[in-house]
């Protein structure tokens, strides 16, 4: 759990291309007049989130309840569009100086909400302040590629690269919110965070909501529309359904899947949702601890659960099979290689034998009550893995001990998530790389390190993926975790909002949404 003009840029070649033809239709299917032109300035936004920020600082955050709030708080060099196109934010173009060296020229009227004035000395401490170790950031796998930023020129960053970095854009738009140091230093980061985005911190009553107000000083003409944002902490998915029919809300995130019918069709709603920006699901081992330190037990759990039960039984039919990072429509998908593609139950009872488990064995699973798609993933497996003698029970808990339990490796088998999965390397270099800011599986492979570390320094998208099959070959094969799903997300919303879509980096962009009365 862990999520400008284009004429100016480099090209990004196919994966942009892939993503832009898939993306825009289904995005305009499914959005049923999400994007109409009678935006009404004004009015406060009524959300729901499936649960509480850990904290609001983006540099350490860990849940994407996080994300979805403090990405409307800051800004970004660059984004992705729901297309999958490079676009502008605080930086107006991009160029590839040579292939370790990008500079961004930037905007000139950006402030931060503490009023200090937006320039390149920001792009600097932000990445300075991710790569310190002292920060503790999940993120600076993401850029460890970069040896230098030089902000001599207010209005220009360079950013000089040890070497050729393949998804160094991508994670600019993913990750890259740029912070102020006299906010960070001067104030509590986690609790009161300061940017320059669409809205503006309020407050934090914990566990009941966050409150956001409009920034006047916006960088970006005639935005936001909103005046103000109440993010309501709603972890039961009932509870956020009957607050939005009953007027009390105006957007949820998280339909229930059993509901996405119904509420699709009822004239009431907007449903949006788009299959090509979602999440990977997948079962976790603690690959340090018995019985799944052995790659025998976990391959033979690999071989014994069908995807396309936990399919329909936890998601209801919606989503995708899950085999890897990314879904089908993304450019870098390949199943080429995968191990346990298929349910095999024969072969799966061999290797737990050659483990030394001709009898069978036990073995317990962290549950997530608060995810139910997440829990009930698990009552699958449990059920399925019956047949090859092993009985696994649930221990259901709450969302904070479960994450303390997963960080500290004090777990046999979850089911867990990685957001904002675009490019592999988000997935690789900070799940399954050795030593990974977010390796809870405390999986070490010395050969899929290098083959990592060799993708992320190719500029060359075949070069690239040929070496991410390979990746995926050893790793499923290791199966310090399993793939098994690929989730969709679904927003629902009153009829009197709009401009709600979802794109690559599954940022809420609320700075777009309004009330159309």
């Given at each position: 759990?862990?999520?400008?003009?284009l004429?100016?840029?480099?090209?990004?070649?196919a994966l942009?291309?892939?993503?832009?033809?898939?993306?825009?239709?289904l995005?305009l299917?499914?959005s049923?007049?999400?994007?109409?032109?009678?935006?009404?300035?004004?009015?406060?936004?009524?959300a729901?989130?499936?649960?509480?920020p850990?904290?609001l600082?983006?540099a350490?955050?860990?849940?994407?309840?996080g994300?979805?709030v403090?990405?409307?708080?800051?800004?970004?060099?660059?984004?992705?569009d729901?297309?999958?196109?490079f676009?502008?934010d605080?930086?107006?173009k991009?160029?590839?100086?040579?292939?370790?060296t990008w500079?961004?020229d930037?905007?000139?009227?950006?402030t931060?909400?503490?009023?200090?004035t937006?320039?390149s000395?920001d792009?600097?401490?932000t990445f300075?302040r991710?790569l310190?170790?002292?920060t503790a950031?999940?993120y600076a796998?993401l850029y460890?590629?970069i040896?230098s930023?030089?902000?001599t020129?207010?209005?220009?960053?360079?950013?000089?690269?040890k070497?050729?970095?393949?998804?160094?854009?991508?994670n600019?738009a993913t990750?890259?919110?740029?912070?102020?140091?006299?906010?960070?230093?001067?104030g509590?980061?986690?609790?009161?965070?300061?940017?320059?985005?669409?809205?503006?911190?309020v407050?934090w009553?914990?566990g009941?909501?966050?409150?956001l107000?409009?920034?006047?000083?916006?960088?970006?003409?005639g935005?936001?529309?909103?005046?103000?944002?109440?993010?309501k902490?709603?972890?039961?998915?009932q509870?956020?359904?009957?607050?939005?029919?009953?007027?009390?809300?105006?957007?949820?995130?998280?339909v229930p899947?059993?509901q996405?019918?119904?509420?699709?069709?009822?004239?009431?709603?907007?449903y949006?949702?788009s299959p090509?920006?979602?999440i990977p699901?997948?079962?976790a081992f603690n690959?340090?601890?018995?019985?799944?330190d052995?790659p025998?037990?976990r391959?033979?759990?690999a071989?014994?659960?069908?995807?396309?039960?936990?399919?329909?039984?936890?998601?209801?039919g919606?989503?995708?099979?899950?085999?890897?990072?990314?879904?089908t429509?993304?450019?870098?998908?390949?199943?080429?290689?995968?191990?346990?593609?298929?349910?095999?139950?024969?072969k799966a009872k061999q290797?737990?034998?050659?483990?030394?488990y001709p009898n069978?064995?036990?073995?317990?699973?962290?549950g997530?009550?608060?995810?139910?798609?997440?829990?009930?993933?698990?009552q699958?497996?449990?059920d399925?893995?019956?047949?090859?003698?092993?009985d696994?029970?649930?221990?259901?808990?709450d969302?904070?001990?479960w994450?303390?339990?997963?960080?500290?490796?004090?777990?046999?088998?979850?089911?867990?998530?990685?957001?904002?999965t675009i490019d592999?390397?988000n997935f690789?270099?900070?799940?399954?790389?050795s030593?990974?800011p977010?390796?809870t599986?405390?999986?070490?492979?010395?050969d899929?390190?290098?083959l990592?570390?060799?993708?992320?320094?190719?500029?060359?998208?075949a070069?690239?993926?040929?070496?991410y099959?390979?990746?995926?070959?050893t790793?499923?094969?290791?199966?310090?975790?399993?793939f098994?799903?690929?989730?969709t997300?679904?927003y629902l919303?009153?009829?009197?909002?709009?401009?709600s879509?979802?794109t690559?980096?599954?940022s809420?962009?609320?700075?777009?949404?309004?009330?159309?009365?």
């Open positions: 759990m862990q999520l400008s003009p004429t100016p840029q480099r090209p990004v070649g942009t291309r892939t993503l832009a033809a898939l993306t825009i239709g995005l299917a499914t049923t007049g999400a994007f109409a032109a009678d935006i009404k300035d004004g009015g406060e936004l009524r729901a989130l499936t649960g509480e850990d904290v600082d983006p350490t955050s860990s849940i994407y309840t994300a979805q403090y990405e409307g708080i800051f800004s970004k060099l660059i984004d992705l729901a297309s999958g196109q676009v502008s605080l930086a107006t991009w160029t590839q100086v040579d292939p370790k500079k961004f930037l905007v000139t009227n950006a931060f909400h503490n009023g200090e937006f320039t000395a792009v600097k401490y300075e991710i310190d170790p002292k950031s999940a796998g460890a590629q040896e930023v030089d902000a020129d207010p209005a220009v960053a360079v950013f000089h690269l070497s050729p970095f393949g998804p160094f854009l991508t600019l990750n890259g919110e740029i912070v102020n140091k006299k906010a960070i230093e001067s509590d980061p986690a609790r009161t965070p300061v940017g320059t985005g669409p809205f503006e911190f407050e009553v914990q009941d909501h966050i409150s107000k409009k920034n006047p000083t916006y960088f970006k003409a935005l936001p529309h909103l005046d103000a944002i109440t993010y902490f709603l972890p039961v998915d509870s956020r359904i009957d607050a939005l029919s009953a007027g009390e809300l105006d957007w949820v995130d998280a899947l059993q996405v019918p119904a509420l699709k069709a009822d004239s009431r709603f907007t949006v949702t090509v920006a979602g699901d997948f079962l690959t340090k601890k018995p019985p799944f052995n025998k037990v391959q033979a759990v071989l014994a659960i069908s995807r396309s039960d936990i399919r329909d039984v936890a998601y209801l919606t989503g995708e099979l899950g085999l890897e990072e990314v879904p429509g993304s450019v870098w998908y390949d199943a080429t290689g995968v191990f346990g593609a298929e349910q095999d139950i024969a290797l737990l034998t050659e483990a030394g069978g064995l036990s073995v317990e699973y962290l997530l009550p608060q995810y139910p798609e997440l829990l009930k993933t698990g699958v497996v449990r399925e893995l019956k047949a090859i003698g092993i696994m029970t649930i221990k259901p808990v969302v904070s001990i994450y303390d339990a997963y960080v500290a490796g004090n777990y046999q088998v979850t089911s867990a998530y990685q957001e904002r592999p390397d690789y270099s900070l799940v399954i790389k030593g990974g977010i390796n599986v405390q999986y070490s492979n010395p899929v390190d290098a990592i570390d060799k993708a992320a320094a190719s500029s060359d998208d070069e690239r993926k040929d070496l099959r390979q990746i995926r070959t790793v499923t094969a290791d199966a310090p975790l399993v098994v799903h690929y989730e997300l679904n919303m009153n009829k009197t909002v709009t401009g879509g979802i690559p980096t599954l809420l962009h609320m700075e777009n949404v309004g009330f159309t009365q």
